[in-house]
């Protein structure tokens, strides 16, 4: 499915009309309808926004995914061969693990979804 399809069947989905999107996006409704109908497509920055309205992905929003959940994982940072940095400096065993602790602090607390 396109990008075009997508943000048709997504905005039917939660009973918006092209205005009504566009007013969220404080685009033109015009510019919903170039993007349902293919005559161009929304910027990086809209597709976040898209996502955020609809809440699903970026990647689902941009076609590199069919799965409409948003908090699905797909980093495994046990035993996927990532490369992690932040700031352009590698991430430290000792900063991994106060990251694993957070998100196992919010997995405990329901805000994080894991499968």
């Not at 075009?4 to 039917?12: N, S, T």
């Not at 404080?26 to 919903?32: A, C, G, I, M």
């Not at 349902?36 to 910027?43: A, I, K, M, Q």
């Not at 329901?110 to 499968?115: A, C, F, K, N, T």
């Amino acid at each position: 499915m396109n990008i075009a399809q997508r943000i048709k069947d997504l905005r039917l989905s939660k009973h918006l009309t092209q205005k009504e999107l566009a007013q969220l996006l404080n685009v033109k409704p015009t510019t919903v309808s170039g993007w349902e109908l293919g005559r161009n497509e929304p910027s990086i920055d809209t597709l976040k926004d898209l996502a955020r309205i609809f809440g699903v992905s970026v990647d689902y929003m941009a076609g590199a995914t069919e799965s409409l959940d948003k908090n699905k994982t797909t980093i495994d940072l046990e035993n996927d061969p990532v490369v992690l940095s932040y700031g352009g400096r590698p991430v430290s065993e000792e900063d991994m693990d106060i990251i694993k602790a957070i998100l196992e602090r919010h997995k405990n607390d329901g805000d994080v979804h894991y499968e």
